[in-house]
């Protein structure tokens, strides 16, 4: 990846495994001449969806997070796993997906998957990149959620927009996806 | 990290830079006895701060990413470099140079820091937690922006909430620090 004004001079792999990948980079900025060295995790590319029901309600899955040792209220997600690279037909596929598999609803036959835009979970360290999605409506499928097996998703429940806002003012939501996906919402004016 | 119900079996590190930490750890989650592998990045905690002044704008600095390839506005934002688990003292004082030395404003004298909670980049791969503050109101320093030698910050500029909420309804806003700074300062009703 080398965007105009960008040269990127090295890129060199210190430690991959399936799940990420750490690269010593050195790059020179837009409008610099000075080399840069930077060390940067490569990730797959990831989609998060927030469901709403047809009564405005939305869908969080309650799900143990290894690397920060808790169980999280949070907005389902999960990674591009076939292309780095992938467009937007994938994504979308991806999230309906997701969607079903993680939280036993999925998008109503007449229901629209409304793009959000993306997001850098952490841009100082990482190229992560999350593609937002509002599903609406949801209806349930009935047959409960059917996460991965290496997931742990405890549980699936629904929050008015007045419960989600409380539980964010309250930090109990704690996750970059549900805080991200809510910003885009309230800018976006589409929280009923 | 061996919170209540959590069994932490194993944890060694695959690789390690002044940057971060890549480990492998071997866990058994609460209420289970199946063992799981899972790939944690260690990473510092970090601060970041939403700037408003006795107006009511929003102070965002203009950085260059390395990892995205892209200059991105954003809310200044530092790591603690001293410690792995900073107390709220060392996090405020960390907040309160980082705020100075990227946008060239700082709190004013009867100013007040603001605690928003914390939140995690990226919670299924990183233990990465920002935590968030709002500075109110800030003033010029009148001494410019003096951001460390390795940061690429172009320049710093104030919005107001209206100029903000366009932004990241565009996805011209693209990290989440400042979606979720916006996200906690919408549901706690902070926003002028």
Redesign the interface.
């Known amino acids: 990846?080398?965007?105009e004004g960008?040269q990127i001079l090295e890129s060199c792999t210190?430690?991959k495994?399936p799940?990420?990948e750490?690269l010593k980079?050195t790059?020179v900025?837009?409008g610099?001449t000075r080399r840069?060295e930077?060390?940067?995790?490569r990730?797959k590319k990831a989609v998060v969806i927030a469901p709403m029901t047809e009564a405005g309600r939305f869908v969080l899955i309650h799900q143990?997070?290894?690397?920060?040792?808790?169980?999280?209220w949070?907005f389902p997600?999960g990674q591009v796993d076939q292309s780095f690279e992938p467009d937007h037909a994938l994504l979308r596929e991806t999230a309906v997906r997701e969607l079903e598999e993680e939280t036993g609803y999925k998008l109503a036959d007449a229901g629209t998957l409304i793009y959000l835009?993306?997001?850098?979970?952490?841009?100082?360290?990482?190229?992560?990149?999350p593609y937002l999605f509002l599903a609406k409506p949801v209806v349930p499928t009935g047959g409960g959620h059917r996460p991965e097996t290496?997931e742990?998703i405890l549980e699936s429940k629904t929050f008015s927009t007045a419960e989600l806002?409380?539980m964010?003012?309250?930090?109990v939501i704690?996750?970059?996806n549900t805080?991200?996906c809510?910003?885009?919402l309230?800018?976006?004016s589409l929280l009923l």
Chains 1, 2 share one sequence.
């Open positions: 990846m080398n965007p960008w210190l430690f495994n799940h990420l750490v980079e790059v900025l837009p610099e840069r930077w060390t940067v995790v990730r143990c997070r290894i690397p920060v040792r808790k169980c999280l949070e997600a835009g993306h997001y850098y979970s952490s841009q100082g360290f990482s190229d992560e990149t290496n742990s806002s409380a964010i003012a309250d930090s704690q996750d970059a805080l991200a809510f910003a885009r309230t800018a976006k």
